[in-house]
Structure formats: C-alpha cells, structure tokens
C-alpha cells in the first residue's frame, strides 16, 4: 500500500510559478512510476505528466510542454511538478498517483490517488 498526500497548491497570478509535491508512505517510492492528473469544474480528469520509476523518462500533456517539469526524489520519497507560467486554463484540482510502471500512469491506470491540491491561477 502507498499512501500519497499533495501539498503546495494556492492561488496565483497569471506567469507566477508553483511546486507542487506529492509525499509517499507505505512502500519504497522508487518501485513507483507517478504521475500528475489534474481536473477543472465540469471536466473530465486529465492526465498532465508521468514519470517513470527511476525518474529517467518523463512524459507530458501537450498543453504543457516546456512549462511544467515533473520530477521525484526517492530518497525523499517524495515527487514534484514544477509549474511555471502558469495560465487561467491551469486551473485545477491536481492529484498525483502511482503505479508499479508509467505506461499504467500515462493510462491513467493508477494503482494510488492522493487527495487533491487546489491551483487557482487569476488573470
């Protein structure tokens, strides 16, 4: 079992930045690929990054690209998503989750959830 807890969500202007982290505990966080999901008011979720156990592969949501940078340290056991110049349209509950690999995470197929980290961005 992993338990996962986000934190460092608020509100924001429009081109600040933000770190989230999501903090594990249960099992070994490296035997974890994660992944950062995010769901706006009258949307679906949507998958935003994924990265794999070691940390070596990343993968993200288009609209995303070249903003965001997700990363983890399992020595901390603890994951980040990086999220600079940030926009209106990131709006958004964030969670993360986890999985025993990333093609699961980038699925949305993830075995673990958090419970959410609100990010409000105002123009």
């Known amino acids: 079992q992993v338990q996962l807890v986000e934190s460092g969500g608020g509100l924001v202007q429009a081109g600040d930045s933000l770190r989230l982290s999501c903090t594990a505990s249960?099992?070994?966080?490296?035997?974890?690929?994660m992944g950062w999901f995010r769901q706006a008011p009258g949307n679906k979720r949507e998958f935003v990054a994924a990265?794999?156990?070691?940390?070596?592969?990343?993968y993200y949501t288009d609209s995303v690209k070249g903003r965001f940078t997700i990363s983890k340290d399992n020595a901390k056991n603890t994951g980040y998503l990086q999220m600079n110049s940030l926009q209106p349209e990131d709006t958004a509950v964030y969670y993360c989750?986890?999985?025993?690999?990333?093609?699961?995470?980038?699925?949305?197929?993830?075995?673990?959830w958090g419970q959410g980290t609100q990010v409000t961005v105002s123009s």
């Open positions: 249960g099992r070994t966080f490296s035997s974890y690929a």
């Open positions: 990265i794999s156990r070691s940390g070596g592969s990343t």
């Open positions: 989750a986890a999985s025993s690999n990333v093609g699961s995470v980038y699925r949305s197929q993830c075995d673990y």
